[in-house]
C-alpha cells in the first residue's frame, strides 16, 4: 500500500511543516505576549514597569517583521518550484527578463 517514492516527499513535508509552525510560535509568541503584559501593567499604574513592557513589546513586534522576511528564505530553500519562479521574478526585476527563464518542467517537490 505503501509508495516507496512518497516517504522522502512526506518526511520533507512533515519536516517544513514543523520548521514553519516552530518559526512562527518564536516569532510571534514574544510579540502576543508582550502585548498581552502591556495591557497588564497598563492596569497597575506602574509608569517604571509600563515603558520597559512597552520596550520589550517592540522587540518583540520586530520578530514579527523578521518572521516575515525568514519565510520566503524557508520556502526557496524547501522547494525547487519556488526557488525558480523567484528567480524568474528578480531576473525581470534586474530587466534580464526571458533570457533566463526556467525550464517548463519542473514541477511541486510535494506532489
Aim: glycine content about 6%; hydrophobic content about 45%; aromatic content about 10%.
Amino acid at each position: 500500500l505503501r509508495e516507496p517514492g512518497r516517504q522522502p516527499k512526506l518526511r520533507r513535508a512533515r519536516a517544513l511543516v514543523a520548521v514553519v509552525v516552530v518559526l512562527f510560535a518564536l516569532c510571534f509568541l514574544p510579540s502576543f505576549l508582550a502585548c498581552a503584559l502591556v495591557a497588564v501593567f497598563r492596569g497597575t499604574g506602574s509608569c517604571r514597569v509600563l515603558g520597559v513592557m512597552v520596550h520589550v513589546s517592540d522587540v518583540a513586534n520586530g520578530l514579527s517583521y523578521l518572521q516575515s522576511v525568514l519565510n520566503p528564505v524557508l520556502y526557496c530553500f524547501s522547494n525547487p518550484a519556488f526557488r525558480c519562479s523567484y528567480r524568474k521574478v528578480f531576473n525581470t526585476l534586474r530587466g534580464r527578463g526571458r533570457e533566463t527563464e526556467a525550464p517548463a518542467d519542473i514541477r511541486d517537490s510535494y506532489s
